[in-house]
């Protein structure tokens, strides 16, 4: 384990960087010792262990990186994760809403299993294998209020899943962050047109969107629309 200078996000509680603070690599503290998740590396600073947060693995420390100016983690808030995989963007999230709890949403059943071991011992993430486009069939899962959805499905109608979830789940002044995969809506038209496109959807359903980041230099094709409901 490797021993480096780290200190507190000087916006975000419970993220943690180290080096210059226009390019920082970041951190979360690691709730349960010696244990990795997606092979990150630990480190230890003042008898602290921290796992390194990959903007190049996790869309999520790839957003933080591009400074937002919406402040949405905040430790005892409640997160719906709609696309958790086997949670390498969940165990971060779940390190930085210590507080709240993370609800994550997984269709594929081998995924799950993977998500179910990873989360074994946080205590704050309640993982559900369900269907994104069914909100209503997960209903008796989820037994607090929703003060931000993230959404990262790479599916065709991204927005629709969107909405559907946020009028289900969000609450009023709830923030959803939509990761949005311009190949998996329309692989033949241009990005852009497909962002655009994607972003009036949200609107029209009344949702107010806030920012849009472009995470493009760690995920190629993708964009994020931050919006509040
Ligand atoms: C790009 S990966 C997510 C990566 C993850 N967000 C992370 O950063 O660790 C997309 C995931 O969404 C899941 N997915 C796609 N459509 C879904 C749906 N309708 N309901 C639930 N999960 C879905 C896929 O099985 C896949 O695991």
Not at 52 to 79: D, G, Q, V
Not at 212 to 220: D, G, P, S
Request: hydrophobic share 35%; proline share 4%.
């Amino acid at each position: 384990m490797k021993k480096i200078k780290i200190r507190p996000h000087p916006h975000i509680k419970n993220v943690f960087i180290s080096g210059s603070s226009e390019r920082p690599r970041l951190y979360t503290k690691n709730p349960i010792k010696g244990k990795t998740i997606y092979g990150e590396k630990l480190y230890h600073d003042n008898k602290i262990e921290y796992r390194e947060w990959n903007p190049y693995r996790s869309k999520l420390a790839a957003i933080i990186l591009k400074h937002p100016s919406t402040k949405f983690l905040i430790k005892n808030h409640n997160c719906l994760y709609l696309g958790a995989a086997s949670g390498t963007t969940v165990s971060h999230l779940s390190d930085i809403l210590s507080n709240g709890i993370v609800y994550a949403l997984e269709f594929a059943e081998r995924s799950i299993r993977q998500l179910i071991q990873n989360s074994s011992e946080r205590m704050n993430v309640v993982p559900i294998l369900g269907d994104a486009r069914f909100p209503i069939k997960y209903a008796k899962s989820i037994f607090t209020n929703i003060n931000i959805i993230y959404q990262d499905v790479a599916q065709p109608n991204q927005a629709e899943i969107a909405i559907r979830n946020s009028d289900y789940y969000l609450k009023e002044d709830g923030i959803l962050i939509l990761v949005i995969k311009s190949q998996s809506i329309d692989s033949v038209s241009k990005s852009e047109k497909v962002y655009k496109k994607e972003k009036k959807i949200l609107q029209q359903a009344g949702l107010a969107i806030l920012e849009n980041i472009n995470i493009q230099k760690y995920a190629l094709n993708h964009t994020v629309l931050i919006a509040r409901k």
